[in-house]
């Protein structure tokens, strides 16, 4: 069974950082692309951020460029999302999703899910 298990989430003041953590268990990631997403109470769930497969190319939303940085460890079979510059918008349950090889950056093309962790800015 392929399973994803996110962690690092909690309670950071504006302009902190974190370290989110997607590890899988079941399968390898390193056939796999891996996308971060974020939904906040009332809106619709945003891709933040994906890495492919392979040459491990990486994709940003916008408002996040400069300040998350996502990577990936397929020693560790996790992939991490590194935060920095964090502001109240940023507050939001992140959930990481696998799909099979190829990078997308629509949540609908993700087949496999974590149980997502909150993250939230506040002062």
């Known amino acids: 069974q392929l399973v994803l298990v996110e962690s690092g989430g909690g309670l950071v003041q504006p302009g902190g950082t974190l370290r989110l953590s997607c590890a899988a268990s079941?399968?390898?990631?390193?056939?796999?692309?891996i996308g971060w997403f974020r939904q906040a109470p009332g809106t619709e769930r945003e891709g933040v951020s994906c890495?492919?497969?392979?040459?491990?190319?990486?994709y940003y939303t916008d408002s996040v460029k400069g300040r998350f940085t996502i990577s990936r460890d397929n020693a560790k079979n996790t992939v991490y999302l590194q935060m920095s510059g964090l502001k109240p918008e940023d507050t939001a349950v992140y959930y990481c999703?696998?799909?099979?090889?190829?990078?997308?950056?629509?949540?609908?093309?993700?087949?496999?899910w974590g149980q997502g962790t909150q993250v939230t800015v506040s002062s």
């Open positions: 079941g399968f390898t990631l390193d056939a796999y692309a």
């Open positions: 999703a696998a799909r099979y090889w190829a990078v997308s950056t629509q949540s609908n093309e993700y087949n496999y």
């Open positions: 890495i492919s497969s392979s040459y491990g190319s990486t």
